[in-house]
């Protein structure tokens, strides 16, 4: 049986053909596809196993970023939705809205992304959770940004880089920027048209 170990190492090698499409507000792709099918192929029938909890979060929100990733929406919502109900801690908790949030949004749904992104924030305040706030910002940014609302979407992603570069991770923080960028980009492009 494949254990949890080597599904972590697969989903790793999955990482290299994943990239963030600018074309499409910075929204992860895959250049191949067929990797992530065959991923899916191979640990969707692990359910069937008996695992815990923890496995299960592993496994239910393993498959929800790889169904998100080939743009299959309603797949991707489902399996995160089963990690939400498995409930197991507040970190896992706005972990997991900020991804179903996420699939919302590939789906169009822009308000229940945001919604979702609201009970995330509440949630990180309500428990004193402040590490997740760069990230749920960012992705608020981002569901902003596609809706057109600019000047919102400048002030997540402002308001997430200084949090980020405060924690001092590049990558991180060149992530932001690179948002922040297009953003700007967008901004201007509007005004270019005016």
């Known amino acids: 049986m494949m254990m949890i170990r080597q599904i ?4 790793n090698g999955l990482q290299s053909s994943i990239y963030f499409d600018e ?25 069937e196993k008996e695992w815990s909890k ?17 743009n299959k929406s309603r797949e991707a919502i489902a399996f ?3 990690a939400l109900r498995l409930q197991l801690n507040h ?10 949030s996420e699939a919302f949004k590939y789906a169009n749904e822009h308000q229940k992304s945001l ?13 004193s959770i402040p590490y997740y706030e760069d990230f749920i910002l960012q992705h608020r940014g981002k569901c902003l940004m596609e ?10 992603f402002s308001q997430s880089l200084a949090i980020r570069k405060r924690k001092g991770n590049k990558e991180l923080i060149r992530s932001t920027q690179k948002a922040f ?14």
């Not at 970190?91 to 179903?100: A, C, S, Y």
């Not at 600019?150 to 997540?156: H, R, V």
């Not at 960028?181 to 005016?194: P, S, V, W, Y």
Request: charged share 30%; net charge negative; hydrophobic share 40%.
């Open 54 to 70: 923890e496995d299960f979060y592993f496994l239910y929100s393993t498959l929800g970023y790889v169904y998100r990733v080939l």
């Open 80 to 82: 995160f939705e089963k």
């Open 91 to 100: 970190n896992q908790e706005i972990v997991t809205l900020i991804r179903l």
């Open 8 to 11: 972590k190492d697969e989903l």
């Open 181 to 194: 960028d297009l953003c700007m980009k967008c901004l201007k492009e509007r005004q270019g048209t005016k």
């Open 23 to 47: 074309r499409q507000f910075l929204r992860e792709q895959t250049n191949a596809p067929d990797k992530c099918w065959a991923f899916i192929y191979k640990v969707e029938p692990l359910l």
């Open 147 to 156: 809706l057109g609302e600019l000047n919102g979407a400048l002030e997540d």
């Open 115 to 127: 919604q979702l992104l609201r009970e995330a924030m509440n949630q990180s305040t309500v428990n």
